[in-house]
DNA sequence: ACATCCCCTTAGCC
DNA sequence: AGGCTAAGGGGAT
């Protein structure tokens, strides 16, 4: 199947939203990107303005690739937003077309409980060990995938299961929650209709969730586009980039911390909030892919 | 080689 | 209240 899009009116650029660090699960094998989503094998790849996909076992529609690129988004609009210097401008310029993802808040969810403290190829090792060790195989083209287990899944795990995953001390966080979302105390999908501060407050309850990862799963799986994640690299971005918008002192202090205080987050995150607007978390994503490719280079 | 540092942070202690 | 520190283990330096 495809997907025609205008790169006038719906700019899109596959490649930079797969691989920009928002999503851990998908892989490049042989001209294709290859992705598993809500228990479908995704294989896709981009030609041009034509957008290329297949999956297994079942179908998808256009409208569920759409929905999960964030297709509809006015990125146009959201991009003139956010343009607000110079820095965020010649970030957009390297990856137009880079999109917000809406991701399966489960998954978002203990992804990003298994980032805390680790690098990307370290945390997709993470997920990789979870799916092949709770999650069921499809084989597809000649690769095996695995669906994303179920909460049911890691709830009824062991902790030394769970930790035969690589995941250290996240094992136990990772486990307390799926026993929490698996008895129904808190409805992920529900939140999506709730303000943004009342789902922060009912995330940051769960084990191994803080202020950073309720940011990431309100961004990129409740279509929170306000939210501004700070982590180390966003940290070091606004020290560089944008010191003049707090005291002298502050950002003094903030300097010689490598990692973020309780106090440094809320003043960088709300700084975000305020400076880029509405859609902060686009303007965040750009700016940590832009930071993080620029450091390799 | 081989330490040592770093890691898209959280939670618990003081 | 807010700052300090420990916490797997793999990959980078």
Redo the contacts with the bound molecule.
Sequence with gaps: MEIQLDQVVTPFNLRHTLE???VFRWKRLGGWLYGVVREKVIKIRQVGDRLQFQSFPERVDADCIRNYFRLDDDLPFILSEISKDEHIKKAIQHFYGLRITRQEPWECLIS??C?????????K?MIQNLCRQFGRKMTFDGYHFYTFPKPSALAEASLEDV?KC??????R?VLETSQIIDNGELDLETLRQVDYEKVKLEL?R?????????D?ILLFSLDRLQAF?V????KKIILEFYPEFFNQSFIK?ACK?????????EKFSNFGKKYFGAYGGYAQ?YL?HWK?LKQ?V
């Design positions: 920009c660090g928002q990003y409980i980032a805390t403290y680790k690098n990307i190829p370290a945390i090792e930790r690589r995941l250290g001390f996240r094992a966080r940051v769960l084990p191994g969730v803080g202020h950073k990862v309720a990431c994640p982590d180390i690299w966003m202090t911390r490598r990692s973020i205080t309780h106090h440094e987050y994503e940590f993080r390799v």
